[in-house]
């Protein structure tokens, strides 16, 4: 666009995104957040297939552990951490992360060492698929709750590294 100011002429230079900007159009926030929780909610199936999968590999490797295979924690470490990618996908999942995280803490609270008692690893293993149910959330933060006393005693032990 130009416009003529005496014997000059002026251009001012009209860029694209001041245009969209300026006209109506486009998604509405309400609209895209809608569309958005859709596409997710198609996609949780999936998610709780590879959980189930991911809840799977966690029993091989926690058998592991009962032999006496250092690797077993690195894999049930691996199978936490996936888990907890997992979960950030649906809100529905939120706790079931936390449990996941809490349980990535434990594991690596063991600097590879195979602890002589594996319950604290197995109750946060059973939290997880009590966590995948569609438990109200006032119980998913009791089993929460429990798990992070479970964890903070096994810190106070003396053969917690």
């Not at 060492?113 to 594996?118: E, G, H, Q, S, T």
């Amino acid at each position: 666009m130009s416009e003529a100011k005496g014997n000059v002429k002026v251009h001012k230079v009209q860029y694209r995104l001041a245009r969209q900007l300026k006209s109506a159009g486009g998604l509405s926030t309400t609209t895209a957040l809608g569309s958005a929780k859709d596409r997710v909610k198609k996609l949780e199936p999936k998610v709780l297939a590879a959980i189930d999968d991911e809840l799977a590999r966690q029993d091989v490797a926690f058998g592991e552990l009962g032999k006496g295979d250092a690797y077993g924690l690195i894999r049930l470490y691996d199978a936490a951490n996936r888990l907890l990618g997992l979960a950030g996908v649906s809100e529905l999942l939120t706790n079931f992360g936390k449990a996941a995280l809490n349980l990535c803490d434990l594991l690596d609270g063991q600097k590879g060492v195979i602890p002589a008692d594996l319950r604290p690893i197995r109750v946060h293993m059973d939290a997880l698929r009590i966590l995948k149910t569609d438990l109200p959330e006032r119980d998913q933060l009791v089993v929460l709750a429990g798990l992070g006393k479970v964890r903070t005693h096994k810190a106070q032990q003396p053969d917690a590294a």
